[in-house]
């Protein structure tokens, strides 16, 4: 209670901070029960999470204040929610969370950075905190039975965890030099899908799910968001959870909706294609659309911005790709070459470009001469040189400040070894020895999946 101004010594203010912990706690327990197959236990976390006031109040401070679509408006036309509002939401999702109708979707056009346009539905900012309390409670649930090959849109899982897996598969302790991998590309498939598959197949109480269901009759479809908007959010977790049990046909990984089978010599890419067809003839997918595309691993492979190739002496390899190269130095080009812009606004935005490329091919291998940007240097120093109020010293530093980016990188963090720092995870967890029955004083922890003994938490 606050009266004038004045705060109760014995009143405790809420910590966003505190409520994540808590919530996160009550995810790792939710993780572990179904990793056990206790579903009586789990069904109550997740109760538990559905009805947390606090788990209310992060939804509502995610999607108001935190998501990306906070500026697109829905069907009812808000933007902002004022601090009023945001209590009343939380009022209506505290007593309309198990019989939850969704309004109607607003259809909305948006263009990616590859200039392909795609049709997303908006929901309204009380549909978007309703889907995303439930994404709170389905997430853990879910990803306790993902297999680690699923690297698609999954909570706090880099993109360079992919580079890695390929480079393991392919490296010369594999025998990556004999093998084919074969590409595809379900996305041209995916307007359509069966609902009931989807909804049986959800590890969420059943009142939930009829809400779902609803939101499904108004044509909501799961779909993999671009980089416009975020890629974790409850549309990409249900698009996972649909293309799930695809990693089970063959040796393979997946990210997204691109799936990627690396086959042996005596291994029949015609059959798995059929096993690819009948598993996507299960969900209700047209499995007549999808792209396919079959390469050597010596010719390379182009995946994710990466091309993939095994060198003479057996050793995998990645560099940018070339459409990955070739859409950045236009996007450089385009600036440096704008006679509108002056050097420190050109300077302002081509920091960030640099920085984002080299960020995403950290790991990447340079030595080939042409990554090293020397021509695009070279015409930004004439370019800047130009400029009266630039001479030789200073167009050289501009030039220096623009592309000699150096990220720190720890002596762990090689390609064999990549961390998350100060993030959570659900994929490699620790089980206490009591929580399964043994009884030791060694160790008290370990990973369920890669079997590490810990001594902490």
């Not at 978007?128 to 994404?135: F, L």
């Not at 880099?158 to 392919?170: A, D, G, T």
């Not at 200073?394 to 000699?404: R, W």
């Amino acid at each position: 209670m606050i009266l004038n101004g004045f705060i109760p010594d014995n009143f405790d203010l809420p910590s966003w901070d505190k409520s994540f912990r808590e919530l996160f706690r009550l995810q790792l327990r939710l993780y572990k029960c179904f990793f056990v197959q206790d579903t009586y236990q789990a069904l109550y976390l997740q109760k538990l999470i559905l009805s947390s006031k606090s788990v209310r109040l992060l939804a509502i401070r995610d999607i108001t204040q935190l998501d990306v679509q906070k500026r697109v408006a829905g069907i009812d036309g808000k933007l902002v929610l004022s601090f009023t509002e945001r209590f009343l939401v939380s009022e209506d999702l505290k007593s309309n969370l198990n019989n939850w109708y969704s309004s109607v979707l607003k259809r909305v056009k948006m263009v990616d950075k590859s200039g392909s346009v795609s049709c997303i539905y908006i929901s309204t900012v009380s549909d978007r905190c309703w889907q995303c309390i439930v994404k709170y409670s389905l997430e853990p649930a879910h990803d306790a039975f993902f297999l680690p090959r699923n690297l698609g849109y999954r909570p706090y899982i880099s993109v360079h965890h992919l580079q890695k897996l390929f480079l393991l598969k392919l490296s010369k302790a594999s025998y990556g030099y004999e093998k084919r991998v074969v590409c595809i590309d379900v996305k041209p498939c995916f307007n359509k899908f069966e609902y009931y598959y989807l909804l049986n197949k959800l590890l969420i109480p059943r009142s939930v799910k009829l809400g779902i269901f609803r939101l499904f009759n108004l044509g909501f479809v799961p779909i993999f968001y671009n980089s416009f908007l975020k890629s974790l959010d409850f549309s990409s977790l249900l698009a996972n959870i649909i293309l799930d049990g695809s990693e089970n046909i063959h040796s393979s990984i997946r990210f997204g909706y691109q799936i990627v089978f690396f086959l042996k010599p005596l291994d029949n890419e015609f059959i798995i294609y059929r096993k690819l067809k009948y598993f996507l003839s299960n969900i209700g997918l047209d499995f007549e659309k999808f792209n396919i595309s079959l390469s050597s691993a010596y010719l390379g492979f182009d995946f994710m911005g990466w091309n993939f190739k095994v060198s003479s002496n057996g050793n995998c390899i990645a560099v940018p790709s070339h459409t990955n190269y070739q859409n950045f130095l236009q996007r450089v080009k385009l600036i440096i070459n704008n006679s509108n812009f002056g050097s420190d606004i050109k300077v302002s935005k081509l920091i960030p470009i640099i920085e984002e490329w080299k960020l995403y091919h950290r790991f990447s291998d340079f030595t080939k001469y042409k990554f090293s940007l020397f021509f695009v240097k070279k015409r930004a120093y004439k370019i800047f040189k130009k400029e009266s109020k630039h001479d030789a010293y200073s167009a050289k530093k501009l030039v220096k400040k623009i592309f000699d980016f150096n990220y720190a990188v720890n002596k762990m963090q090689s390609i064999y070894f990549i961390t998350l720092k100060g993030n959570f995870s659900f994929v490699h967890k620790s089980f206490w020895f009591d929580y399964w029955g043994f009884n030791t004083k060694k160790y008290d922890y370990f990973c369920v999946y890669c079997g590490i003994f810990r001594d902490y938490f």
